[in-house]
């Protein structure tokens, strides 16, 4: 019996590569939502980097090797526990340094809780002081201790239960007939405690619930109502750009989002395609809403109409970093003129005045250029970023291998028929004898000419006949196989 090779080379051959230094990060990862690769284990040195680029909601330290002062005087810490549930602890007694990383036990309301520190230093310091109603750091909850073996493996333990109490706490609501979804569970690290996360539309009396919860998982019950932007941020998805959900990766703090920051953009409004996975609005919609309101400061209100001569305009459309506005006459809406904002400026200020051009087309030239005419206007100077470049690429193929055949097929098709043409006479004159040699010499001689035949006696002053036209040549046709029938001899009598 044989055994395949395999393909791969063994690991102790294979050269090291930049991807070892960090696990891959796996969908069916229950520690990713802690900030780890994998499971936290009190040996592992690659911890620190999980929490800068493999975590979900990473953060990193941008005053690192910037402040002067040592880390040591410092003492607040932020450490994270489950998705976006982060919080600030103060270091009383400094046994050893901790550095980003560290599995931590911290103090809770009732017991301790596991967690691994993000920020430590200026950076927590600043971010402590960012957020608002906070306590002052006197009042904060202290670190215990650095994480023991059987802290780490105790707070496994209470990790492996959170998806099963996730799927029985469905069911039990379901069952209750409550209007009310479980988004998420959190256990606290000692496992005393689960946290409910739930969306509900209206309220919901759950007291009912919370004792079946206690009496079905033996811990004490919190339950917390989030919004459907929370939901998002702890469920996850992918955005119409493509990419995750930025409530997922960075975004922690939510900013009311409103109808007017898309009117603002000249962006339609559509709920569809402004709403993002969560139903509300989305949060991308304010990255540059501020550009564009510096962009438009200086712009006209679009619900003042301009007066010609010729009649009234009315707004349609705006494109703000081309400066410019489009106005259509009200009995002519479908021809719109493109106007600077400067010639709006102009055409109000004339109005006000009582006085009313002649036409708008003769300020339409303001309104095709830029306010800046050294940058010029738009070209694509990169071509093969459109969408047709290879239709046209092929068509033109396709024009020049058809023009060949043609050319060649008129150079062959003459000699090539007249051949056919002698050898299937000759080969039909030599099957059917001389019979079918009178009949066709017959048959031609009955055949009118239809050459031009010259008069006998022309007149002297008649001019010299011109030479006859040539018809234009015709493209050769596609070549027909011509099959000959086999000439069947008449039956003749034996005995004849």
């Known amino acids: 019996m044989t055994t395949d090779t395999p393909l791969t080379p063994d690991t102790e051959q294979a050269e090291p590569s930049i991807f070892d230094e960090r696990p891959i990060i796996k969908e069916d990862n229950k520690y990713h939502t802690r900030g780890c690769c994998c499971m936290p284990t009190l040996d592992d040195p690659s911890r620190s980097l999980q929490m800068v680029c493999c975590a979900k909601l990473a953060t990193f330290d941008w005053t690192k090797g910037l402040a002067k002062d040592d880390d040591t005087s410092y003492h607040v810490i932020e450490v994270r526990f489950k998705n976006s549930h982060k919080d600030f602890y103060k270091i009383v007694e400094r046994t050893d340094v901790l550095k980003v990383g560290d599995i931590v036990v911290v103090e809770a309301a009732a017991g301790h809780d596991v967690g691994v520190i993000t920020l430590t230093g200026p950076a927590a310091h600043l971010q402590y002081r960012k957020r608002q109603n906070v306590p002052p750091v006197e009042e ?7 994480a023991r073996q059987n802290d780490v493996e105790k707070w496994n333990r209470t990790i492996d239960l959170e998806k099963n109490a996730q799927v029985r706490a469905r069911k039990i609501a379901n069952d209750m007939g409550l209007k009310m979804k479980i988004n998420d569970v959190e ?20 007291r009912q619930l919370i004792k079946v919860y206690a009496e079905e998982f033996r811990v004490r019950i919190e339950m917390r109502q989030i919004g459907a932007r929370q939901e998002a941020m702890h469920i996850g998805g992918i955005g119409s750009c493509g990419r995750e959900l ?31 996975q ?31 001569k010729k009649g009234k305009a009315n707004w349609h459309k705006t494109d703000v970093f081309a ?51 050294e940058v010029g206007k738009f070209e694509n100077v990169v071509g093969q ?23 060649s097929q008129r150079s ?11 050898r299937s006479t000759t080969s039909n004159n030599q099957r059917s004898g001389t019979s079918s040699s009178q009949r066709s010499t017959v048959s031609n001689n009955q055949r009118p000419s239809t050459q031009p ?14 030479p006859p036209q040539q018809r234009p040549e015709k493209p050769a046709q596609r070549q027909v196989r011509t099959i000959q029938k086999p000439i069947l001899k008449p039956k003749t009598d034996p005995d004849a």
């Not at 904060?140 to 201790?145: A, N, Q, S």
């Not at 109808?259 to 000249?266: G, M």
């Open 140 to 146: 904060l909850r202290k670190v215990l201790r650095k």
């Open 246 to 276: 930025c409530c997922v990766t960075f975004l922690s703090n939510f900013h009311t989002v409103s109808t007017h920051t898309a009117r603002v953009q000249q962006l339609s409004l559509n709920p569809q395609k402004l709403a993002g």
């Open 412 to 422: 062959t098709t003459p000699s090539n028929q007249r051949t056919n043409h002698q």
């Open 187 to 206: 256990y606290q690290g000692d496992g005393s405690k689960a946290t409910f996360f739930y969306t509900a539309d209206d309220r919901v009396d759950f």
């Open 278 to 308: 969560c139903g509300k609005l989305k949060c991308c919609l304010n990255y540059e809403y501020e550009m564009y309101k510096e962009a438009a400061k200086d712009f006209p209100d679009p619900e003042i109409p301009l007066f010609f």
């Open 385 to 407: 970023d459109e969408l047709t470049r290879f239709d046209k690429k092929k068509k033109a193929q396709s024009n020049q291998q058809r023009s060949n055949n043609r050319s």
């Open 453 to 466: 035949q010259p008069a006998s006696n022309p007149p002297a002053n008649t001019p010299p006949p011109s």
């Open 323 to 373: 400066r410019t506005l489009y106005y259509a006459y009200a009995n002519e809406q479908n021809e719109l003129v493109g106007l600077s904002v400067e010639a709006v400026h102009e055409i109000i200020k004339r109005n006000q005045q009582k006085d009313f051009p002649e036409d708008m087309h003769q300020f339409a030239k303001l309104g095709k250029t830029l306010p800046n005419e």
